[in-house]
Antibody, heavy 132, light 110 residues
Framework: EVQLVESGGGLVQPGGSLRLSCAASGFTFSTYDINWVRQAPGKGLEWISY????????YYADSVKGRFTVSRDNPKNSLYLQMNSLRVEDTAVYYC?????????????????????????WGKGTTVTVSS | QSVLTQPPSASGTPGQRVTISCSGSNSNIGSNTVNWYQQLPGTAPKLLMYSDTQRPSGVPDRFSGSKSGTSASLAISGLQSEDEADYYC???????????FGGGTKLTVL
């Protein structure tokens, strides 16, 4: 079964740090780009970070840039999110999600095509609460 | 303020057809395919529609997607009580190197 399981959430004081983990199983983890998405209580979904399959490329939302660091250990089928200088507004459920990109042919010969991306498999999430 | 604009709420009675809209810009919806996610209460989001109009395996054909220019829509026909959930549109924004989401639409089945 394809699965992502987040862990590491908890209660932390403002200014503190936390490291989240995302354990993958049931698929070839090393071939997938992965994203972190969070959801504050009663709010919508917010993308916060992306890491390519090799780990060479990483992107961050402005809201966490300079404070959060995404990394991965492919032999261990694991993804991490190091969160420093935590703020009250970082309180949320944090999800990891695989990113799939598939080529869509516009012509039958596929000489013209585009890529379609979507976040396919999501974990159940881990809750981070930043409060004094 | 979300990059993609969705109505905060929608409702319908069982059996009805409901449509949820998602409005963006040339750098997101106008440039990439739209995905839709369903989030049942207390659960993680689940992929409901990808590549504008494609349903993952297991998603009923009562759900359909469409896109025109910088707007997209999710339609649910034959509304059922189990469809009561939050629905989010999402697109990869190449100019931001980021995923952008709509604010979400809470669907109530009356």
């Amino acid at each position: 079964e394809v699965q992502l399981v987040e862990s590491g959430g908890g209660l932390v004081q403002p200014g503190g740090s936390l490291r989240l983990s995302c354990a993958a199983s049931g698929f070839t983890f090393s071939t997938y780009d992965i994203n972190w998405v969070r959801q504050a209580p009663g709010k919508g979904l917010e993308w916060i970070s992306y890491i390519s399959s090799s780990g060479a490329t990483r992107y961050y939302a402005d809201s966490v840039k300079g404070r959060f660091t995404v990394s991965r250990d492919n032999p261990k089928n694991s993804l991490y999110l190091q969160m420093n200088s935590l703020r009250v507004e970082d309180t949320a459920v944090y999800y990891c999600a695989t990113q799939v990109g598939s080529r869509v042919c516009v012509t039958t010969s596929c000489q013209t095509y585009y890529y379609s991306y979507y976040l396919n498999v999501w974990g159940k999430g881990t809750t981070v609460t930043v409060s004094s | 303020q979300s990059v993609l604009t969705q109505p905060p709420s929608a409702s319908g009675t069982p059996g009805q057809r409901v449509t949820i809209s998602c409005s963006g810009s040339n750098s997101n919806i106008g440039s990439n395919t739209v995905n839709w996610y369903q989030q049942l209460p207390g659960t993680a989001p689940k992929l409901l529609m990808y590549s504008d109009t494609q349903r993952p395996s297991g998603v009923p054909d009562r759900f359909s997607g469409s896109k025109s220019g910088t707007s997209a829509s999710l339609a649910i026909s034959g509304l059922q009580s189990e469809d009561e959930a939050d629905y989010y549109c999402a697109v990869r924004d190449d100019s931001l190197n980021a995923w952008v989401f709509g604010g979400g639409t809470k669907l109530t089945v009356l």
